[in-house]
């Protein structure tokens, strides 16, 4: 039987998996210990071989006569050394176990630097995302697949349909993002994208200070919701899919698809 939530769904949030420590005290505690194994190409090495996607920085490297592109969340600063995409790019081929990457893009114009990797190295499973409205665009035009984005203060305009999101029509799919302390990616939220045609890739509650003051039990009470949701739309969106950005991943394939804490 076919997984309800596939291991290439699960994006490691900064390619860190803190599964093994989850449940031992609380969330945001964990996550601040381990600021250290963000974006490195140890901790990419390993959420590749697990078949695991991961989510990274993007920004313009300009240090070299032959422009490329760093991995770093933060403005790179002098002495620190960033890893490279192609370096990424490199163990992501290696590995060969296809999770999908969420590319983070921090710094404006990288189409043309991004698009001659991605086609070198043949990678089909991603998609960057938080680019500014006129790089998601041209992101599209370029033939780079981009994802929009709906949470609070992005919110999707069902009055005009052409209009929803920032370039709505030309995105493959949309982040999901739940800054605030009350869930509302429902059920109807998701389908509502799965009906146009878009995927969905929803940050996880961790990822958020509103979910990190217990031992998980505000972000269980939120992904058993998503777990009943995608239940509910498979049978009806067999093409669709739902991914989970998030710092749990092992956790998270367990309570997919094992009922882990249901």
Known sequence: ???????????????????????????????????????????MKARFHDGFGIETDLRGDCRTDEAGILISHDLPVKGKDCPTLAEVFKLYQAAATGGCLALNIKDAGLQGRLKPLLDSFVIKNYFTFDGAAPDVLVDGKSGITAFGRESEIEPFNAAHPTQVLSNYQTVKGVWLDNFESVPWITKEIIERQFKNGKDVAIVSPELHPWARGDAGETMLRVWTQYRNALTDLRSTYPDRRMMLCTKLSTFAVKFFNEGALA
Do not use: Q, Y
């Open 1 to 43: 039987m076919a997984k309800l939530m596939p291991t290439d769904w699960l994006i490691a949030h900064r390619c860190v998996d803190l599964s093994a420590d989850f449940g031992t005290e609380k969330v945001g505690d964990i996550i601040d210990r381990a600021v250290s194994l963000e974006n490195t190409l140890d901790s």
